[in-house]
């Protein structure tokens, strides 16, 4: 794997399954070798301030711009361009995970694309850490749970699927939460200071 | 996993890997339940005809539309919509196993896509046999080396890489072939008849 310096970030006005992918991406990537940043778009809400702050985890660096430091780039929780960095065009995009529809997207050469139909982005990390033998941290479980409660909205949302329900329960274990009673209390910090839009 | 009957075909002016690729979706996922039939949008060409023929397998049936027949399809060993049946647009994507560049594609909602950097599909199907535990039968192995042996003209092509060397070396030894000798006399019967050009 090369040593070539990637930065990993998900979309725009960022939410919680977005700051959490990154930094869970760029752990489990740095486990297997390659030199991964995570980054972000924009401003950290406040249901993502109580998660990062749970679990002690430092929130990605912000960018504007990729392509003034890095060549190769790899998405999370988006693939349409208008919702990436303004100069994703500018850069080689090596792999993409994601959950939601494809479209505006494009590439000159093949990468690892992946997306499923299911209700969070960190759902289909979970999967890679299995596939790959690499252990998750009470951390990384932390902000993978926190990501599919934030995505699910506690598993009431029409997009949950049974696999993300299995992977937070699992999730929840290893980061040593009460699903609900974390969850309720994540979600409320979220409601404090913004009205909740439609979800990513 | 629904009943209702989905299409997996592989592009237009089909080549060993797409047409294999559909024959080889079709035996994995009716192993796990879907109701799939393997379609294709063109004739059989000459090396193609070989693998088939050596592997004693049919031919996948001959398709100009889909939509009045199915809801739902599959695509392999392509994702651009230009290569694909003229009706794709009228028709649910619930799947795309590639190994090319991403463009001109979309979907109004989340669906499985699976494109990775390799020399062939077969080779990213093989990996899902494994994932799914699934026994490789000794057609389905033959079908696989031989896309494999194709789209990258016996390991020699740029686009091939480790992973699809390690898959053809252990699909050989199911399938019961020598490679360098199947794989010289199925290249030669593709050049009998017509001009090689360059492979999707
Ligand atoms: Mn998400
Ligand atoms: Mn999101
Ligand atoms: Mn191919
Ligand atoms: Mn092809």
């Known amino acids: 794997m090369s040593n070539e310096k990637v930065l990993v970030f998900g979309h725009k006005n960022p939410d919680t399954d977005t700051i959490c992918s990154a930094l869970v991406y760029a752990d489990l990537k740095s ?29 990605p660096r912000l960018v504007e711009n990729v392509s003034n430091e890095v060549e190769q ?49 960190t759902t289909i990390l979970h999967k890679m850490y299995r596939e790959n ?4 941290t009470k951390q990384m479980a932390g902000l993978m749970v926190s990501a599919i ?3 699910s909205l506690l598993f009431k949302s029409p997009t949950c699927t049974d696999e993300d329900v299995e992977a937070a329960k699992s999730l929840a274990e290893i980061a040593e939460i009460n699903l609900d009673e974390y969850g309720l209390d994540m979600l409320k910090a979220g409601t404090k200071l913004e009205n909740r839009s439609a979800k990513q």
Chains 1, 2 share one sequence.
Do not use: Y
């Open 31 to 59: 486990k297997l070798g390659m030199n991964v940043e995570p980054v972000r778009l924009g401003e950290i809400n406040e249901e993502t301030a109580f998660a990062l702050n749970f679990f002690q985890a430092e929130k």
């Open 133 to 136: 033998n690499v252990e998750i």
């Open 149 to 151: 409660i934030s995505d």
């Open 73 to 121: 780039v790899a998405l999370v929780d988006h693939n349409e361009f208008q919702q990436s960095v303004s100069d994703i065009e500018s850069v080689k995009i090596i792999e993409v995970i994601d959950h939601h529809r494809i479209a505006n997207f494009q590439t000159k050469e093949p990468l690892n694309f992946r997306v499923e139909p299911v209700g969070c982005t």
